[in-house]
Protein backbone atom coordinates (compact mmCIF):
# COMPACT_ATOMS: atom_id res chain seq x y z
CA UNK A 1 0.00 0.00 0.00
CA UNK A 2 2.25 1.98 0.85
CA UNK A 3 4.30 1.37 -2.38
CA UNK A 4 1.24 2.33 -4.30
CA UNK A 5 0.78 5.46 -2.47
CA UNK A 6 4.52 6.59 -3.47
CA UNK A 7 3.98 5.37 -6.63
CA UNK A 8 0.65 7.31 -7.03
CA UNK A 9 2.16 10.37 -5.54
CA UNK A 10 5.25 10.22 -8.43
CA UNK A 11 2.87 9.84 -11.37
CA UNK A 12 1.31 12.89 -10.03
CA UNK A 13 3.97 14.99 -9.53
CA UNK A 14 6.01 13.89 -12.91
CA UNK A 15 2.69 14.22 -14.96
CA UNK A 16 2.51 18.09 -13.29
CA UNK A 17 5.98 18.95 -13.98
CA UNK A 18 6.42 17.73 -17.62
CA UNK A 19 4.24 20.71 -18.90
CA UNK A 20 5.97 23.16 -16.76
CA UNK A 21 9.38 21.98 -17.52
CA UNK A 22 8.78 21.41 -21.72
CA UNK A 23 6.93 24.86 -21.95
CA UNK A 24 10.09 26.77 -20.09
CA UNK A 25 12.70 24.80 -22.20
CA UNK A 26 10.57 25.61 -25.14
CA UNK A 27 10.61 29.40 -24.98
CA UNK A 28 14.13 29.72 -24.41
CA UNK A 29 14.83 30.39 -27.70
CA UNK A 30 12.11 30.22 -30.12
CA UNK A 31 14.60 29.88 -33.26
CA UNK A 32 15.85 26.91 -31.37
CA UNK A 33 13.07 25.82 -29.77
CA UNK A 34 13.11 22.22 -31.16
CA UNK A 35 16.63 21.78 -29.44
CA UNK A 36 16.29 23.25 -26.30
CA UNK A 37 12.93 21.75 -26.05
CA UNK A 38 14.09 17.83 -26.95
CA UNK A 39 15.75 18.00 -23.57
CA UNK A 40 12.74 17.19 -21.41
CA UNK A 41 12.90 13.67 -23.24
CA UNK A 42 16.81 13.49 -23.50
CA UNK A 43 16.59 13.79 -19.81
CA UNK A 44 14.15 10.52 -19.36
CA UNK A 45 16.99 8.41 -21.50
CA UNK A 46 19.44 9.43 -18.84
CA UNK A 47 16.35 8.00 -16.05
CA UNK A 48 16.14 5.12 -18.02
CA UNK A 49 19.80 4.08 -18.71
CA UNK A 50 20.04 5.30 -14.45
CA UNK A 51 16.50 2.89 -13.88
CA UNK A 52 17.95 -0.23 -16.17
CA UNK A 53 21.71 -0.09 -15.01
CA UNK A 54 20.17 -0.30 -11.46
CA UNK A 55 18.48 -3.09 -12.41
CA UNK A 56 20.90 -4.93 -13.82
CA UNK A 57 23.27 -3.97 -11.12
CA UNK A 58 20.13 -5.50 -8.22
CA UNK A 59 19.78 -8.70 -10.58
CA UNK A 60 23.64 -9.58 -11.12
CA UNK A 61 24.40 -9.06 -7.25
CA UNK A 62 21.69 -10.37 -4.99
CA UNK A 63 20.08 -13.60 -5.17
CA UNK A 64 16.13 -14.07 -7.08
CA UNK A 65 15.04 -14.89 -3.28
CA UNK A 66 17.00 -11.67 -1.53
CA UNK A 67 15.71 -9.46 -4.43
CA UNK A 68 11.93 -10.55 -3.65
CA UNK A 69 12.61 -10.37 0.14
CA UNK A 70 14.25 -7.04 0.25
CA UNK A 71 16.41 -6.19 -2.49
CA UNK A 72 13.81 -4.45 -4.98
CA UNK A 73 13.86 -1.60 -2.21
CA UNK A 74 17.42 -0.55 -3.16
CA UNK A 75 16.54 1.34 -6.51
CA UNK A 76 14.05 3.47 -4.89
CA UNK A 77 16.55 4.70 -2.46
CA UNK A 78 18.02 6.38 -4.67
CA UNK A 79 14.80 8.14 -5.93
CA UNK A 80 15.03 10.40 -2.99
CA UNK A 81 17.73 12.40 -4.19
CA UNK A 82 15.09 13.63 -6.57
CA UNK A 83 13.23 15.65 -3.82
CA UNK A 84 15.99 17.88 -2.65
CA UNK A 85 17.66 18.65 -6.16
CA UNK A 86 14.13 19.60 -7.78
CA UNK A 87 13.08 21.80 -5.00
CA UNK A 88 16.35 23.47 -5.66
CA UNK A 89 16.23 23.75 -9.52
CA UNK A 90 12.64 25.41 -8.83
CA UNK A 91 13.67 27.71 -6.17
CA UNK A 92 16.48 29.28 -8.36
CA UNK A 93 14.47 29.37 -11.92
CA UNK A 94 13.34 32.81 -13.51
CA UNK A 95 10.48 32.93 -15.82
CA UNK A 96 10.88 33.20 -19.28
CA UNK A 97 10.48 36.83 -21.33
CA UNK A 98 7.48 34.96 -23.68
CA UNK A 99 5.60 33.98 -20.56
CA UNK A 100 6.28 37.42 -18.47
CA UNK A 101 4.92 39.33 -21.81
CA UNK A 102 1.72 37.38 -22.05
CA UNK A 103 -1.52 37.74 -19.88
CA UNK A 104 -2.36 34.66 -18.19
CA UNK A 105 -5.84 33.56 -17.32
CA UNK A 106 -7.40 33.26 -14.23
CA UNK A 107 -8.90 29.59 -15.09
CA UNK A 108 -6.11 28.08 -18.03
CA UNK A 109 -7.83 24.56 -18.07
CA UNK A 110 -11.22 26.34 -18.38
CA UNK A 111 -9.82 28.10 -21.20
CA UNK A 112 -7.76 25.40 -22.54
CA UNK A 113 -10.77 23.38 -22.78
CA UNK A 114 -12.67 26.10 -24.47
CA UNK A 115 -10.82 27.45 -26.99
CA UNK A 116 -8.10 24.39 -27.67
CA UNK A 117 -10.44 20.89 -27.22
CA UNK A 118 -9.36 19.69 -30.30
CA UNK A 119 -5.69 20.47 -30.08
CA UNK A 120 -5.38 19.02 -26.74
CA UNK A 121 -6.68 15.09 -27.92
CA UNK A 122 -4.60 15.71 -30.85
CA UNK A 123 -1.50 16.73 -28.22
CA UNK A 124 -2.49 13.20 -26.11
CA UNK A 125 -2.23 11.04 -29.66
CA UNK A 126 1.37 12.43 -30.00
CA UNK A 127 2.16 11.53 -26.76
CA UNK A 128 0.58 7.73 -27.60
CA UNK A 129 3.70 5.97 -29.21
CA UNK A 130 6.68 7.39 -27.65
CA UNK A 131 5.16 6.62 -24.31
CA UNK A 132 3.83 2.89 -25.31
CA UNK A 133 7.87 2.93 -27.16
CA UNK A 134 9.50 3.62 -23.67
CA UNK A 135 7.06 1.69 -21.73
CA UNK A 136 7.43 -1.20 -23.86
CA UNK A 137 11.77 -0.83 -23.79
CA UNK A 138 11.15 -0.67 -19.97
CA UNK A 139 9.09 -3.73 -20.50
CA UNK A 140 11.27 -5.71 -22.90
CA UNK A 141 13.78 -7.33 -19.54
CA UNK A 142 10.99 -8.67 -18.24
CA UNK A 143 9.99 -10.25 -21.30
CA UNK A 144 13.02 -11.14 -22.51
CA UNK A 145 13.58 -13.39 -19.12
CA UNK A 146 10.22 -14.74 -18.91
CA UNK A 147 8.88 -15.35 -22.06
CA UNK A 148 12.16 -15.94 -23.76
CA UNK A 149 14.56 -17.25 -20.95
CA UNK A 150 17.19 -15.08 -21.77
CA UNK A 151 19.54 -14.12 -18.64
CA UNK A 152 17.68 -10.84 -16.82
CA UNK A 153 20.85 -9.39 -15.81
CA UNK A 154 21.93 -8.93 -19.83
CA UNK A 155 18.95 -7.60 -20.98
CA UNK A 156 19.05 -5.26 -18.36
CA UNK A 157 22.24 -3.99 -20.30
CA UNK A 158 20.49 -4.20 -23.59
CA UNK A 159 17.77 -2.20 -22.18
CA UNK A 160 20.54 0.23 -20.74
CA UNK A 161 21.68 0.72 -24.41
CA UNK A 162 18.22 2.37 -25.59
CA UNK A 163 18.64 4.84 -22.86
CA UNK A 164 22.33 5.85 -24.07
CA UNK A 165 20.60 6.49 -27.56
CA UNK A 166 17.52 8.20 -26.15
CA UNK A 167 20.10 10.97 -24.31
CA UNK A 168 22.36 11.34 -27.37
CA UNK A 169 19.82 11.34 -30.20
CA UNK A 170 16.91 12.89 -29.33
CA UNK A 171 18.14 16.52 -28.74
CA UNK A 172 19.97 15.91 -32.86
CA UNK A 173 16.50 15.00 -33.66
CA UNK A 174 15.33 18.12 -31.72
CA UNK A 175 18.03 20.66 -33.66
CA UNK A 176 16.92 19.03 -36.83
CA UNK A 177 13.34 19.63 -36.53
CA UNK A 178 14.79 23.40 -36.59
CA UNK A 179 16.09 23.08 -40.11
CA UNK A 180 13.75 20.73 -41.51
CA UNK A 181 10.68 20.91 -39.61
CA UNK A 182 8.51 18.88 -37.04
CA UNK A 183 6.80 16.59 -38.62
CA UNK A 184 9.03 14.10 -41.03
CA UNK A 185 11.22 12.73 -38.18
CA UNK A 186 7.88 11.57 -36.00
CA UNK A 187 6.10 10.18 -39.18
CA UNK A 188 8.79 8.69 -40.68
CA UNK A 189 9.48 6.93 -37.21
CA UNK A 190 6.22 5.46 -36.46
CA UNK A 191 5.26 4.68 -39.89
CA UNK A 192 8.48 2.36 -39.65
CA UNK A 193 7.40 1.19 -35.87
CA UNK A 194 4.56 0.66 -37.16
CA UNK A 195 5.39 -1.84 -40.25
CA UNK A 196 7.88 -3.26 -38.51
CA UNK A 197 7.60 -4.39 -34.89
CA UNK A 198 5.60 -7.33 -35.41
CA UNK A 199 8.39 -8.69 -37.90
CA UNK A 200 11.17 -7.78 -35.46
CA UNK A 201 9.33 -9.64 -32.64
CA UNK A 202 8.63 -12.45 -34.90
CA UNK A 203 12.16 -12.60 -35.63
CA UNK A 204 13.39 -12.77 -31.92
CA UNK A 205 10.78 -15.37 -31.14
CA UNK A 206 11.66 -17.56 -33.24
CA UNK A 207 14.89 -17.97 -32.14
CA UNK A 208 15.81 -15.77 -28.70
CA UNK A 209 18.81 -14.40 -28.23
CA UNK A 210 20.46 -11.68 -26.57
CA UNK A 211 22.45 -10.40 -30.03
CA UNK A 212 18.92 -10.16 -31.44
CA UNK A 213 17.18 -8.42 -28.06
CA UNK A 214 20.07 -6.01 -28.23
CA UNK A 215 19.21 -5.03 -32.44
CA UNK A 216 15.50 -4.34 -31.63
CA UNK A 217 15.92 -2.52 -28.60
CA UNK A 218 18.54 -0.33 -30.26
CA UNK A 219 16.12 -0.14 -32.92
CA UNK A 220 13.31 0.54 -31.01
CA UNK A 221 15.79 3.35 -29.02
CA UNK A 222 16.71 5.23 -32.50
CA UNK A 223 13.39 4.75 -34.02
CA UNK A 224 11.76 6.39 -30.11
CA UNK A 225 14.02 9.02 -30.54
CA UNK A 226 13.67 10.10 -33.70
CA UNK A 227 9.81 10.22 -32.90
CA UNK A 228 10.16 12.43 -29.72
CA UNK A 229 13.17 14.75 -30.27
CA UNK A 230 10.58 17.44 -32.07
CA UNK A 231 6.96 16.44 -30.12
CA UNK A 232 8.33 18.81 -27.32
CA UNK A 233 8.46 22.13 -29.91
CA UNK A 234 5.42 20.49 -31.90
CA UNK A 235 3.73 20.51 -28.97
CA UNK A 236 4.48 24.09 -27.53
CA UNK A 237 4.01 25.34 -30.48
CA UNK A 238 -0.01 24.11 -30.17
CA UNK A 239 -0.98 26.48 -27.75
CA UNK A 240 -0.68 29.69 -26.55
CA UNK A 241 2.28 30.96 -24.06
CA UNK A 242 -1.14 31.76 -21.39
CA UNK A 243 -2.78 27.83 -22.12
CA UNK A 244 0.36 26.32 -22.96
CA UNK A 245 1.56 24.77 -19.62
CA UNK A 246 -1.64 23.42 -18.58
CA UNK A 247 -2.04 22.25 -21.80
CA UNK A 248 0.87 19.93 -22.15
CA UNK A 249 0.65 19.12 -18.69
CA UNK A 250 -3.10 17.74 -19.13
CA UNK A 251 -2.10 16.08 -22.14
CA UNK A 252 0.99 14.54 -21.13
CA UNK A 253 -0.71 12.60 -18.00
CA UNK A 254 -3.54 12.01 -20.03
CA UNK A 255 -1.99 10.01 -22.46
CA UNK A 256 0.89 8.48 -19.87
CA UNK A 257 -1.80 7.25 -17.58
CA UNK A 258 -3.84 5.58 -19.91
CA UNK A 259 -1.63 4.31 -22.48
CA UNK A 260 1.67 4.32 -21.50
CA UNK A 261 1.37 3.29 -17.61
CA UNK A 262 -0.59 0.23 -18.34
CA UNK A 263 1.73 -0.37 -21.34
CA UNK A 264 3.11 -3.37 -19.17
CA UNK A 265 -0.06 -4.77 -17.86
CA UNK A 266 -1.19 -4.99 -21.87
CA UNK A 267 1.64 -6.23 -23.16
CA UNK A 268 1.53 -9.66 -20.14
CA UNK A 269 -2.36 -9.40 -20.93
CA UNK A 270 -2.44 -9.94 -25.01
CA UNK A 271 0.41 -12.93 -24.13
CA UNK A 272 -1.79 -14.38 -21.60
CA UNK A 273 -4.94 -14.18 -24.48
CA UNK A 274 -3.26 -14.66 -27.62
CA UNK A 275 -0.58 -17.36 -26.65
CA UNK A 276 2.19 -15.99 -28.53
CA UNK A 277 5.09 -14.08 -27.72
CA UNK A 278 4.90 -11.88 -30.38
CA UNK A 279 1.95 -9.85 -29.02
CA UNK A 280 3.74 -6.56 -26.99
CA UNK A 281 3.97 -5.54 -30.84
CA UNK A 282 0.22 -5.51 -30.86
CA UNK A 283 0.12 -2.15 -28.70
CA UNK A 284 2.91 -0.93 -30.16
CA UNK A 285 1.68 -0.88 -33.66
CA UNK A 286 -2.00 0.70 -31.81
CA UNK A 287 0.07 3.42 -30.02
CA UNK A 288 1.99 4.07 -33.53
CA UNK A 289 -1.36 4.43 -36.06
CA UNK A 290 -3.01 6.83 -32.91
CA UNK A 291 0.29 8.92 -33.16
CA UNK A 292 -0.23 9.18 -37.26
CA UNK A 293 -3.59 9.97 -37.12
CA UNK A 294 -2.58 12.75 -34.53
CA UNK A 295 0.14 13.64 -36.65
CA UNK A 296 -1.82 14.44 -39.52
CA UNK A 297 -4.13 15.91 -37.63
CA UNK A 298 -1.72 18.60 -36.74
CA UNK A 299 -1.66 20.90 -39.79
CA UNK A 300 -5.57 20.92 -39.60
CA UNK A 301 -6.18 22.01 -35.81
CA UNK A 302 -3.62 24.81 -36.80
CA UNK A 303 -5.00 26.47 -39.13
CA UNK A 304 -8.28 26.82 -36.99
Request: charged share 10%; aromatic share 12%; glycine share 8%.
Amino acid sequence: VILLAGRLVQGFAVGGEFGSATAYLAEQDPARRGFYASWQFASQGLTALLATASGAIVTASLAPEVIDAWGWRIPFAFGLIIGPIGYFIRRNLEETAEFTAGKPHSNPFRSLVQKDSARLFVAVGLIVFGTVAIYTIVFMPTFAARQLGLSMPKSFVAASLTGILQLILVPVFGALSDRIGRLPFPVASAAVTLCGIYPAFNWLAGDPTIGKLIAIQVALGILTACYMGPIPALMSELFQVTRRTTALSVSYALAVAIFGGFAPFVHAWLIDVTETKTAPSYYVIFAAAISLIALFMVPRVQRR
